[in-house]
């Protein structure tokens, strides 16, 4: 989403229909031999430039800026050179850059590419700098274990805690004269509040924003009726289940209290906190998601509107779930771990980053800085917090990254759904094409 994002598609996105992991999906990427000892500089001067890239909003690139700049302060002989986009952009730049041999040292990583990553050795093991450069003891260790390691390496360090939710502008809601959503609705309940609201706004807004080609948002309504998304290396939810999300989009759109097709192209991917592309932002409908509570800082940055956030829908339970926002790693070619893992201790572990970033990436992963942070929550960190103990409380599924091949995946998902949005395919062969395609995918990768 993010950034989860912008997340955080992703915390996230996080948001997030992805983009392509192109060069990357295409094979293996070597890894360098590194030094064991603190890398020298090859120019022999003593000074040390690392290339670190992350996705997001301006406010968020501001204080990383600020944190870089702290920790030049503190390490003199230490360069950050920083590159960083929004969350539709970053991930066709890194695979390019992956694809060229020109990995950044440091990069921000989402819980949905992490696999992928690691997988083709693209990011480093930081096991070996554990307890020296970098401390880990007050990161959630259930995390850094099941979802930071991929088969046996420290590849990512969880940055915040994150919950899946739908942001929503409050003031649409009182100029409709409509109560806003509650904070657990069911499906049934989402619609019936945008119908509502689309019959007192008129033509230029929607009730609600049309998530149907989100595959991260279908993996939220799997999870709400019970389902796996994911078993065995392949798709877990049945054909019917497929279905049902499907119809249940197209009848929305063929009444009128969603976007049309050609509309809801316009705005995607969902999650890139761009106020020229996003719908929430632009005033076209007043609820929007898949979002998360790591993006809702991005999203107060920048409406004028008062909004806040529920839920994701539910059906046999909530459709929300608990995941990191964001990771951050290393990169398996940079002639510099030791000094990358520094900044990556500094960044998390640090009284001095903290007081700069903050919630804006979520609430903190380290119990030890959320503490020290928590007697300066705003209203806005409180209402993160609050949202992230309410799903976390309502018994949620865990955020499945997928196997090998999901970021392919993603892309054909969208690719399949659009074309069954614009009445080029029926929904059963939406279905069949999107199980068949995707099942080539997974055999070809696991």
Not at 35 to 40: F, H, K, L, V, Y
Not at 94 to 118: C, F, H, R, W
Not at 237 to 250: V, Y
């Amino acid at each position: 989403m993010a950034s989860l994002h912008g997340l955080t598609r992703k915390l996230v996105v996080p948001m997030i229909t992805l983009t392509l992991l192109g060069g990357l999906a295409a094979g293996c990427v070597p890894t360098e031999k590194k030094n064991p000892s603190a890398a020298a500089d090859p120019s022999g001067s003593g000074k040390v430039e690392l290339r670190f890239t992350w996705w997001g909003s301006q406010g968020r690139h501001d204080r990383t800026l600020k944190v870089i700049e702290k920790f030049e302060q503190l390490h003199p002989n230490i360069k950050i050179k920083p590159e960083y986009t929004s969350f539709d952009g970053y991930w066709e730049k890194l695979s390019t850059q992956v694809a060229g041999g020109n990995v950044p040292d440091l990069m921000q990583m989402s819980i949905l590419y992490i696999k992928e990553y690691s997988d083709r050795g693209v990011l480093d093991d930081l096991a070996p700098y554990v307890g020296k450069e970098l401390k880990i003891d007050d990161l959630n260790a259930d995390v850094v274990k099941n979802q930071g390691t991929v088969k046996g390496k420290l590849t990512g360090l969880p940055v915040s805690d994150n919950a899946s939710a739908l942001i929503y502008n409050k003031e649409m809601y009182q100029q409709a004269g409509v109560e806003p959503p509650k904070l657990d609705m069911t499906w049934k309940e989402y619609f019936d509040k945008a119908r509502e609201v689309k019959s007192k706004l008129g033509e230029k807004v929607y009730g609600a924003f049309d998530m149907s080609s989100s595959m991260e948002a279908y993996m939220y309504y799997v999870f709400s009726v019970g389902e796996q998304m994911y078993k065995d290396n392949r798709l877990g939810f049945t054909d019917q289940t497929f279905k049902n999300w499907l119809k249940m989009w197209d009848d929305a759109r063929k009444e009128g209290i969603i976007p049309p097709a050609t509309m809801t192209a316009s705005f995607m991917p969902i999650g890139n906190a761009d106020p020229n592309k996003d719908a929430l932002m632009r005033g076209i409908v007043p609820i929007m998601g898949p979002q998360f509570t790591a993006t809702f800082p991005a999203y107060e940055n920048v409406m004028k509107d008062k909004i806040d956030m529920v839920s994701y829908p539910k059906d046999k339970q909530t459709g929300s779930a608990i995941l990191p926002a964001m990771f951050l790693s290393a990169s398996a070619k940079s002639k510099y771990p030791k000094e990358a893992a520094m900044f990556l201790d500094f960044f998390l572990n640090s009284k001095e980053a903290a007081d700069i970033l903050e919630t804006e990436r979520g609430m903190p992963e380290n119990k030890k800085m959320l503490e020290y942070l928590t007697p300066k929550f705003n209203e806005r960190d409180k209402k993160m917090a609050s949202m992230l103990q309410h799903v976390t409380s309502s018994k949620p599924s865990m955020y499945d990254g997928g196997p090998k091949g999901t970021g392919e995946v993603n892309k054909l998902f969208e690719q399949i759904v659009q074309k069954q949005q614009f009445g080029k395919a029926t929904i059963d062969e939406a279905a069949a094409e999107f199980r068949k395609e995707a099942d080539k995918i997974y055999e070809k990768n696991n």
